[in-house]
């Protein structure tokens, strides 16, 4: 698609180009250290997952903003019957993705499903390049069926500066996006997570949980 028509569909007005953070993505495909293609299922942010989302066999799951659908992986290991989609703005990313799991390039924020598609959808670190986070938010609400689960594990606004980051990212605080997904969901917590179990959290990550 053309750079001007993409930044119509699916960009902010006052927000960096679309292009541009396409870019930066499908270059970063290619850093596997950074970004990479697999995760140690034991780690808490997939086990989260696994555990608030339950048996997935014969469910339909979307990974928004997937990268190379290190958690999709996991999640159909677990689930053989699951149908899972990792939908990403980069295809560079989405060429690693594993067999079995289907692909969908696109933004997170014009999301190409019905509503009610899916079962249950969930966003690791991918939220915070979507510029336009309300509408990112309404369409993860809208593309999961009433009853179904929804998971966004992201950074923590108040640990801002921890990290390196591109100038279109953004950080979250537990309110902002309790007050977000509440606006279609019916239940919401949020809590801070870290990557091992029995290690207390240090506050970079967060996890929202919610059911609509
Ligand atoms: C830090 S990576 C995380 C990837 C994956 N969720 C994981 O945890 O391995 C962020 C991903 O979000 C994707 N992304 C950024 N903006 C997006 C958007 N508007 N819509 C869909 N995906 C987006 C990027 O292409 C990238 O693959």
Redesign the pocket.
């Known amino acids: 698609m053309r750079p001007k028509l993409w930044n119509r569909l699916?960009g902010k007005p006052d927000g960096p180009p679309?292009q541009e953070?396409?870019r930066h993505?499908n270059e970063?495909?290619a850093d596997e250290e950074h970004?990479?293609s697999t995760?140690d299922p034991r780690i808490y942010h997939v086990r989260l997952i696994l555990e608030y989302f339950g048996e997935l066999n014969g469910k339909r799951i979307l990974?928004?903003?997937?990268?190379?659908g290190?958690?999709a992986r996991v999640l159909l290991e677990r689930h053989a019957r699951a149908r899972v989609i990792a939908?990403?703005?980069?295809e560079a990313?989405l060429r690693h993705v594993p067999a079995g799991i289907g692909t969908c390039a696109?933004?997170?924020?014009a999301l190409p499903f019905r509503g009610g598609a899916f079962d249950c959808a969930y966003?690791?670190?991918?939220l915070?390049?979507?510029?336009d986070i309300e509408t990112?938010v309404a369409e993860m609400c809208r593309v999961v069926k009433p009853g179904g689960r929804i998971v966004i594990i992201d950074k923590n606004a108040g640990h801002w500066g921890r990290l390196k980051t591109p100038e279109w990212e953004k950080w979250f605080d537990r309110k902002e996006l309790e007050t977000l997904l509440g606006k279609y969901c019916t239940q919401v917590e949020s809590r801070p997570i870290s990557y091992w179990e029995d290690v207390a959290p240090d506050g970079l990550f967060l996890a929202w949980l919610a059911q609509k």
């Open positions: 699916f679309v953070i396409i993505f970063a495909a970004f990479p995760i990974d928004v903003g997937s990268g190379k290190r958690f939908f990403d703005l980069a990313m696109g933004s997170m924020t966003a690791t670190e991918s915070e390049h979507a510029v990112a």
